[in-house]
Every structure is written in C-alpha cells, then in structure tokens.
C-alpha cells in the first residue's frame, strides 16, 4: 500500500452530507487537516508523498429503536440454514473493529474445522458496542 520504509495515515471526519466540511473542495479540506496534523508533530510538510481525499456518504449504519427487535427476527430465520456462518460487522449488525472482525473470520475457520461449535456471535461481544 505505501512504499517500503514509509506510512500511510487516514483522517476520518464524521460529517453529514452538505455540510461546511462536505462542501470544502479537497485542496482546502486536506490543507486544513495537514495543518492540524502538522501542529500536533506528526510528519512535516516535506514528509508528505501524496494525499487525497475521499468522501463517502453512508458511512456508518444508522440505527432506529427497533434494530434489535428486527436482528431478532433475521437471525432467527437465517439460524435455520446449518451450513451458514455470520460473521464481521454487517453479518452480525454489530459495531465491531478489525481486531474482533479477524476474531470472528479466526473462529469461523475453527468451526469449519471441527474445532469449535461457537459461532461468532457467540464470541461475547453480542450485547455491547465494541469501538
Ligand atoms: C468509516 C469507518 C472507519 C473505521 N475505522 C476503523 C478503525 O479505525 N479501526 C478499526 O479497527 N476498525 C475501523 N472500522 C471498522 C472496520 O472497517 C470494520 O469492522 C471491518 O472492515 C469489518 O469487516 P467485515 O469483513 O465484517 O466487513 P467489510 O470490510 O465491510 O467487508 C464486507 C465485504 O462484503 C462485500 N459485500 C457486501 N455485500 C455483498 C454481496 N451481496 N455480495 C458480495 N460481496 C458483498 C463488501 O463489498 C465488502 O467488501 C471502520 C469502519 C468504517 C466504516
């Protein structure tokens, strides 16, 4: 991804569509963002090979107050195919992070293996937000 001896580093900004930060034109949003990171030590302005901006909409899954209600009623039909396995974040609708989605593809091979009988879901990260 970067070349050998160098990094690469991803400024996430939560924003909403149409707003001042969306509108920025990428010149002005990746100057801004350089300077804060600037300010704060971590590369000077000669370190810097490349830089690009992405802006994605639907980031982020949003939840109503009745998500767990309707998990409910798709993993209870989707439990009756045995040979299904529901892992990571969108197979299991939880907010989980990499380390815990390579938990889940870990124990998911386990389980293929004959190794475990645990699915990922039953890992103990079903009732909490992870991240
Ligand atoms: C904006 C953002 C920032 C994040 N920041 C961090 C972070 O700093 N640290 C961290 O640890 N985690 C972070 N995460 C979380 C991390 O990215 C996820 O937990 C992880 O990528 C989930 O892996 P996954 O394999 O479950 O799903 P994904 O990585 O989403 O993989 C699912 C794959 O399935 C494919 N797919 C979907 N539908 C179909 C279909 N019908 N047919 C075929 N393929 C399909 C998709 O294209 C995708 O490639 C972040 C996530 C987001 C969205």
């Not at 160098?6 to 707003?19: F, H, N, Q, V």
């Not at 040979?83 to 989980?96: K, M, P, S, W």
Request: aromatic share 10%; charged share 25%.
């Amino acid at each position: 991804m970067c070349p050998e001896g160098k990094t690469s580093l991803a400024a996430e900004i939560p924003c909403t569509k149409d707003d001042e930060k969306w509108k920025m034109t990428n010149e002005v949003l990746s100057n801004q963002v350089k300077g804060q990171l600037m300010d704060l030590g971590f590369f000077t302005e000669d370190e810097i090979i490349e830089n690009f901006v992405e802006r994605t909409r639907f980031a982020y899954p949003i939840l109503d107050i009745y998500f767990q209600e309707n998990l409910t009623v798709i993993f209870s039909f989707l439990s009756r195919i045995k040979n299904l396995e529901l892992i990571g974040r969108t197979g299991t609708f939880q907010y989980l992070n990499m380390d815990m989605v390579l938990l889940h593809g870990l124990n998911c091979a386990r389980k293929i293996a004959g190794l475990t009988d645990k699915s990922a879901r039953e890992l103990g990260h079903d009732d909490q937000w992870v991240g």
